[in-house]
């Protein structure tokens, strides 16, 4: 009789455990991780924004950027709209518009850049996010990441805008997060997007 109910209360214990394994958090829905993979991909457009008073540089204008630990040398190189491959595609009515970077870290220090460091604003001071889903295409290298003193890193942004967008401007941002805390932007960081004119 005890063996019995100790091999019940082992196979009781296993069901448990199967069930909140089954149960966790870390196993999801492929559908719903689907969806969530096609939406981070997709890039929305963002209320207008108070205009920009930065100065304006152009393409393939090397800019300068020296303020506290940054030392570095931005250029968009060109830009162009991408059609998309097989599956990965803008969605209708948009289209990517693919803007080639290169940063220089002439600094004594690495810095990192991220995605959030770049926007896109059209003629109505609407915002664009960086697309991440065309990031998957072949043809395009992110220029983000970590950029040790001395080296440079050159790639490709993407942005997806509707097809009818005029006036395109890229930010560049390199201090997003330091630039969000009050008490680092009051001790004179420079907080204002570096603007290309497309």
Request: proline fraction near 7%; include cysteine.
């Amino acid at each position: 009789m005890y063996k019995t109910l100790k091999k019940i209360g082992a196979i009781a214990s296993i069901t448990l455990l199967t069930l909140a394994l089954g149960c966790s958090p870390s196993e999801q829905n492929p559908e719903t991780i689907e969806s969530r993979d096609r939406t981070s991909g997709e890039t929305t457009e963002s209320p207008a924004t108070k205009p920009i008073s930065a100065p304006t540089h152009s393409v393939g204008e090397v800019i300068s950027i020296s303020q506290n630990n940054l030392n570095l040398e931005f250029t968009v190189n060109s830009t162009r709209v991408h059609p998309g491959k097989g599956v990965i595609q803008p969605n209708k009515g948009n289209q990517w518009v693919v803007v080639d970077t290169t940063i220089v870290n002439q600094g004594q220090q690495p810095q990192t850049f991220s995605v959030v460091s770049f926007e896109l604003i059209n003629g109505n001071n609407n915002t664009y996010q960086v697309a991440l889903l065309a990031s998957a295409l072949e043809d395009i290298e992110t220029p983000t990441g970590e950029i040790s003193p001395g080296d440079q890193r050159q790639g490709q942004l993407v942005f997806e805008v509707p097809e009818d967008t005029t006036n395109l401007k890229l930010l560049f941002q390199p201090n997003p997060i330091e630039c969000e805390e009050q008490s680092t932007a009051a001790k004179g960081l420079d907080c204002q997007p570096i603007v290309v004119k497309l």
